[in-house]
């Protein structure tokens, strides 16, 4: 399969700032390594991370540890995701702890050629099926994800270039658990009409990431989201299929699917990011979940 697009923009080496080193952090961390970028990953607990990516230890919500930045920082990409589901850390994180790091970076008087702000589609209410793209309305079901527009509306006010990338549902090594309910016997089908769903493989979130970074002219907003938005249903059949386990009929325990109380139903269009010039390592799930299956990734 092949690798994204690089863009000619994009001469190493920048000097990039991950806050929020995790799990999409590394991967993008160690792909910008690979670029010949020099990359410092933020986080407040020691972790292994990616060879060449050197670790910064400290916590968005306390301004004081933000004052030692490492100088001339040409990309920042902010990844921290909230550790709690409640008001208070979603604002922590996604507010106050984006404006704490604005701050610093002002602070020292930095000039990032670019600082991407790593949102979530949660921020789209609807759930009807409709396509959503950069243009649709962003009224979210859920309270918690106006935090994440406050984030975004932040960095459109910053003094930086400024690109927010709203990402749907992540998955890839380490995150399978829909492979984990079809082989224990847990996993239920919905039935009735498709309620569509929508994701990204983890390398693709890194690498789509790393493709905006360093993008000459990149715009102030895009959806991160495979090609395929299919329903719950459509994937836990082809996993079923793949790994050679009959499904229950729809119907039974299905009140324990995830998907009823979530309120998801809606199809995110990639149609912006593609024109951009990125080529989606997993374009649909059955790239990435075969890949899984297989147990081997893309080719770096
Ligand atoms: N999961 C999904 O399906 C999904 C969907 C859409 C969007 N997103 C977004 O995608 C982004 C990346 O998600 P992910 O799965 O990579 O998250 P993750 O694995 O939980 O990583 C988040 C990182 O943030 C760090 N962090 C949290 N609070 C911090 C603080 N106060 N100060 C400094 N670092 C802090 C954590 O490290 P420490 O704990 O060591 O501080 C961790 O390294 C997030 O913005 C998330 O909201 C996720």
């Known amino acids: 399969m092949a690798e994204p697009q690089t ?53 968005l919500a306390q301004p004081a540890t933000l004052r030692d930045l490492p100088p001339r920082l040409d990309g920042v990409i902010y990844a921290a995701a909230a550790d709690r589901g409640d008001d208070d850390a979603y604002a922590a994180i996604y507010h106050h702890g984006l404006a704490h790091l ?10 990032p050629r670019r600082v991407i702000f790593v949102s979530s589609t949660s921020v789209y209410g609807q759930a009807h099926g409709e396509w959503v793209d950069e243009s649709s309305p962003a009224e979210p ?14 960095l459109a006010q910053s003094p930086f270039p400024g690109t927010a990338v709203r990402l749907s549902g992540i998955y890839g090594p380490g995150r399978t658990r829909l492979i984990e309910q079809v ?38 907003l895009y959806l991160g989201s495979d090609s395929d938005p299919a329903s719950q249903d459509e994937v836990l059949r082809w996993l079923a299929a793949q790994l050679g386990i009959t499904l229950p009929p729809p119907g039974e325990a299905a009140a324990t699917d995830a998907r009823h109380h979530s309120g998801q139903n809606k199809r995110c269009s990639n149609r912006r990011l593609l024109a951009s010039g990125y080529r989606l390592i997993y374009p649909t799930f059955r790239e990435g979940y075969g890949a899984l299956l297989q147990g081997h990734d893309a080719p770096q």
Do not use: K, M
């Open 141 to 154: 079901e859920r309270a918690l994800s106006r935090h994440l527009l406050a984030g975004e509306t932040l």
């Open 7 to 59: 863009d000619p923009f994009a001469r190493p080496p920048w000097r990039v700032l991950i806050a929020g080193c995790g799990y999409v952090g590394a991967e993008l961390g160690r792909r910008l390594v690979a670029a010949g970028h020099q990359v410092w990953g933020l986080r407040r607990r020691p972790a292994a991370l990616p060879a060449g990516v050197a670790l910064l230890q400290a916590d």
């Open 102 to 111: 604005l701050d610093a970076l002002v602070a020292r008087g930095q000039r």
């Open 183 to 220: 082989r224990n016997g847990h996993a239920r089908l919905q039935g009735g009409p498709p309620a569509f769903t929508n994701r990204i493989h983890r390398d693709d979130c890194a690498g789509l990431l790393a493709h905006l970074l360093t993008l000459g002219g990149a715009q102030a």
